[in-house]
């Protein structure tokens, strides 16, 4: 029986987050190939692409928004992001507590200023504070040997 004119037969539509039956295919396709960035570069040159899906072998022609996710894809696989770069700013020598404070304002204000990214920031705090660990350790050391010779122990 057809369904009344303006009436889906599944009012609630497809679930949030299914893929559609191309997307699958497409996808199965990437985890079979044994090219596939060749695969991908077939998608960014718009060329046919045959791809297997539950009714069977099907032939896909990828549009503009496919060809240009290839292209990221692609280019991606190519040249991946660099996970660091040297990053350098003006900070003070660190010998005391004090200094490590003076530090973290350099740091902040370089932050703010837009000269590192915020993520930077973090990651020269966490290269001071376990410093600042060891120097207090350190200093800790040297006033216990003065009390310990002061009062006759060593």
């Keep these: 029986m057809p369904f009344k004119r303006g009436k889906s037969g599944n009012p609630a539509g497809r679930r949030k987050g299914t893929p559609n039956k191309?997307?699958?295919?497409?996808?199965?396709?990437?985890?079979?190939?044994?090219?596939?960035?060749?695969?991908?570069?077939?998608v960014m040159r718009g060329e046919a692409i045959k791809a297997q899906d539950a009714d069977g072998e099907r032939v896909m022609y990828p549009?503009?928004?496919?060809?240009?996710?290839?292209?990221?894809?692609?280019?991606?696989?190519?040249?991946?992001?660099?996970?660091?770069?040297?990053?350098?700013?003006?900070?003070?020598?660190?010998t005391t507590a004090d200094d490590a404070a003076k530090a973290m304002a350099a740091?902040?204000?370089?932050?703010?200023?837009g000269e590192i990214t915020p993520s930077e920031?973090?990651?020269?705090?966490?290269?001071?504070?376990?410093?600042?660990?060891?120097?207090s350790a350190a200093d800790f050391e040297k006033r216990l040997e003065e009390i310990e010779k002061r009062i006759g122990r060593k």
């Design 121 to 135: 920031a973090q990651a020269f705090v966490a290269l001071i504070k376990p410093y600042v660990e060891a120097l």
């Design 22 to 42: 191309a997307t699958t295919a497409v996808k199965a396709r990437i985890k079979a190939d044994v090219d596939p960035i060749g695969f991908l570069a077939q």
């Design 63 to 94: 549009n503009l928004t496919d060809m240009i996710a290839a292209s990221r894809i692609l280019a991606g696989k190519l040249i991946p992001d660099a996970k660091d770069s040297p990053v350098t700013i003006a900070l003070p020598e660190i």
């Design 107 to 113: 740091i902040l204000k370089a932050a703010a200023a």
